[in-house]
């Protein structure tokens, strides 16, 4: 299965500002998943990068809060904008592998102050 | 639409007593399973999935799970818990067609005690 390495582990950050998340794969990979876990909650999915074209939100979730690069297929960022304390959660990515092997990253655990 | 409802937050169980997490599954076609693991601080660690097949899925760690398809459940079950099983247990679905994301479930806090 695929080996993701996500980062930053952990950050804490000002109100206003914003957060790039990168995750880099040893492998290439068709999709991408980007999630948030709000402390004491669930997975819940923000978007889906496909390779060369847009990314597709979930309802709730919009580029211009959270943008999303997919430049090539074992690299992908997502950017948490005009951070609020509402934003502080674990973000994770995931990629789909073969026979419909989901893998994930590490995670990143982000604070908003 | 997809879904997963786990119905226990918490589920407490002796060292050496076999464990059962609970786990259904709502969906319009043909499910996809899957049973992941939380410890804190790390991401999640794949035990588990159901494609097709066997009803019964061993997975990693010696954890198993059944598929039933009647009663729209998959359940995670492990004949002897260790204290080291202690986490956070996800069930997740998605459909055998469409979107390829995971649905989570809600997640199970298991707490084995010594």
């Known amino acids: 299965s695929a080996v993701i390495s996500q980062k930053p582990s952990r950050d804490i950050c000002q109100r206003g500002t914003s957060l790039t998340i990168q995750c880099q794969v040893d492998s290439q990979v068709t999709m991408m998943f980007w999630y948030r876990q709000q402390p004491g909650q669930s997975l819940t999915l923000i978007a889906t990068?496909?390779?060369?074209?847009?990314?597709?939100?979930e309802s709730g979730f919009v580029i211009d809060k959270f943008p999303i690069s997919r430049p090539n297929l074992t690299f992908s960022t997502l950017t948490v904008s005009n951070m609020s304390p509402e934003d502080s959660s674990i973000y994770l990515c995931?990629?789909?592998?073969?026979?419909?092997?989901?893998?994930f990253g590490s995670g990143t655990r982000l604070t908003v102050v | 639409a997809q879904s997963v409802a786990q119905p226990e937050d918490q589920v407490n169980v002796a060292e050496g007593n076999p464990l059962t997490v609970k786990c259904t599954y709502s969906v319009s076609g043909n499910p996809y399973l899957f049973w992941y693991v939380q410890y804190p601080n790390r991401g999640l660690q794949f035990l588990l999935k159901?494609?097709?097949?066997?009803?019964l899925v061993k997975g990693s760690y010696g954890f198993e799970a059944e598929f039933n398809k009647s009663q729209t459940s998959f359940h995670l079950k492990k004949p002897s818990a260790l204290v080291s099983d202690s986490a956070l247990y996800f069930c997740?679905?998605?459909?055998?067609?469409?979107?390829?994301?995971?649905?989570f479930g809600s997640g199970t806090r298991l707490q084995v005690q010594p």
């Open positions: 995931s990629v789909r592998g073969d026979s419909d092997g989901y893998t």
């Open positions: 159901y494609i097709t097949g066997d009803n």
């Open positions: 990068a496909n390779q060369g074209s847009e990314a597709t939100y």
């Open positions: 997740a679905v998605r459909l055998d067609t469409g979107r390829r994301a995971l649905t």
